[in-house]
RNA sequence: GUGGGUAUAGCGUAGCUGGUUAACGCGUCAGUUUGUGGCACUGAAGACCGUCGGUUCGAAUCCGACUAUCCACCCCA
């Protein structure tokens, strides 16, 4: 029988590599949480339209990379991302008439049907924040700095802050008209991806690597002259309130965002240290999306970050997020009525909040000192005639060798508590 | 969707000028005389050499296709 084996594009995120997500995950929580934003979980799948509309029909995102299911007569897309569903269950379940701004966060997976490489797969996870409501720069800056101080605090090193405004759809549309025009001219010149850029994108052409486009890109427009005023002073707040911060940034006006729901301020923070897929976290403003969604005119924000990429990106640099969870005590007993006395020892430990195994292979002491030495137990208790007899046991220290008399009772928790604490204390 | 690299036990590798029982390290399991782990030693299990097809008397070794995987483009987190 061949063995089957896990889609394209997807991970299997095993039992050794477990705690570091969950000490990951409980980071994120925790720094949300300061920041007074609040769990939401969406649905995994929403009607396909909500993608459509949200994240845009000519996004690349849409056009090819959805996964869309249909089961029964129904139809469903697989989230490509958090934002659209996040909003449409704000609007849903009318959070915006509840205290302004609205501010959620999510850990979640979304899907993308793309050739996987490092840092990018077709299930990846995500965590994001959206902020609804303000209109204000300052908004910008908060979820920035959130963002800002995940990184930090995580022990991330190396990454860049780009930030960009990509203006509103007035001033946006001038602009790109401008580009249209500059670039014209130069048309027969470009690469092939960059031709068809010029009718769907054209700020894309300033970001490609060609180096004949990128000659021909060298003195076009930027998106920056062509701010109209409201956006133009949203973007000099927003600088400023991160100068105030000590946040620090680089304008880099190539960041476009390849979700058309943006407008203004757009960011990204980048680092060169796993391979070309280095965005790690990118966000921005949204002003127009809630309205398209169906709801009342509402400027929001928010920003995702890739937790794989994040991983990624502290095994490169050596940082380590937690170690993986030990037994705390191994019973080993010889004999049937040990055996006995070990599995309700264990039991009792477990009913505490102790962590303890015994023997489950029938093994000799010896094999068992050997197992309780691999998964790396801290204490092992031995009992055998004599222990029973005496309702007394060593508690061995797996690390020192010291042993301690310990009661095999109800007493037992009581005692093991002590041990452990005055063990904790030695090693600080 | 496009391009390039790789594909041998759970993991990491050797073998690849084709020749008969596919090797090594780590890991796993058992044991090293009767009640104690980390070292060492002994032994065992575990691979139809990614799949299918071709060349050949004979292929893990050569060729092709497919699949998977990695990297890059594209795109994004």
Avoid at 341 to 349: E, G, N, P, S, V
Avoid at 363 to 377: E, H, T, V, W
């Amino acid at each position: 029988m061949a063995l089957l084996k896990r889609p394209n594009g997807t991970e299997d995120i095993l039992p050794g590599a477990s705690s570091d997500w969950q000490t990951l995950e409980k980071f994120l929580r925790d720094t949300a949480d300061t920041f007074g934003f609040s769990e939401i979980r969406v649905p995994t799948f929403e009607q396909t339209e909500l993608f459509s509309r949200g994240v845009g029909e000519t996004t690349d995102v849409v056009q090819k990379e959805m996964y869309t299911v249909s089961a029964r007569e129904s139809t469903f897309t697989l989230r490509p991302e958090g934002t659209a569903g996040t909003i449409r269950a704000i609007l849903q379940n009318g959070l915006l008439n509840e205290a302004l701004p609205q501010r959620v966060y999510y850990i979640l997976s979304c899907f993308r049907h793309e050739r996987p490489q490092a840092g990018r797969l077709r299930e990846f996870h995500q965590f994001g924040v959206e902020m609804a409501g303000s209109a204000s720069p300052a908004a910008d800056a908060e979820v920035i700095s959130l963002a800002k101080q995940i990184l930090d605090q995580v022990g991330v090193e190396n990454i860049e802050l780009h930030i960009n405004s990509i203006g509103c759809p007035v001033c946006r549309k001038k602009y790109h008209e401008a580009l249209k025009a500059y670039f014209a001219p130069h048309r027969e010149e470009l690469c092939e991806t960059c031709q068809e850029r010029l009718e769907k994108n054209p700020m894309r052409l300033l970001d490609c690597k060609s180096p004949i486009c990128k000659e021909i890109g060298k003195d076009a427009p930027e998106i920056l002259d062509y701010l109209c005023e409201d956006c133009s002073t949203h973007f000099a707040q927003l600088k400023k309130n991160l100068d105030l911060l000590d946040i620090s940034y680089s304008v880099d006006p190539r960041i476009v965002r390849g979700l058309d729901y943006y407008t203004k301020t757009v960011f990204e923070f980048v680092t060169t240290s796993i391979g070309a897929q280095g965005t790690v976290c990118g966000g921005g403003r949204y002003d127009g999306l809630i309205e398209q969604l169906g709801g009342p005119s509402t400027p929001a924000l928010g920003f995702g970050m890739g937790l794989e990429r994040l991983l990624l990106v502290l095994r490169n640099q050596g940082v380590t997020l937690g170690e993986p969870k030990r037994v705390d005590v191994y019973f080993a007993p010889m004999g049937d009525a040990a055996a006995d006395k070990a599995l309700q020892l264990t039991a009792m430990l477990r009913r505490e909040g102790i962590s303890a195994q015994t023997d489950v292979m029938g093994r000799s002491l010896r094999a068992q000192m050997k197992y309780a030495d691999k998964i790396g137990a801290r204490f092992t208790v031995v009992i055998g005639d004599n222990e029973l007899a005496e309702n007394q046991a060593k508690l061995k220290n797996m690390q020192s060798g010291e042993q301690i008399s310990v009661p095999l009772d109800a007493a037992f928790a009581e005692r093991f508590s002590d041990i452990e604490i005055a063990d904790r204390l030695a090693k600080e």
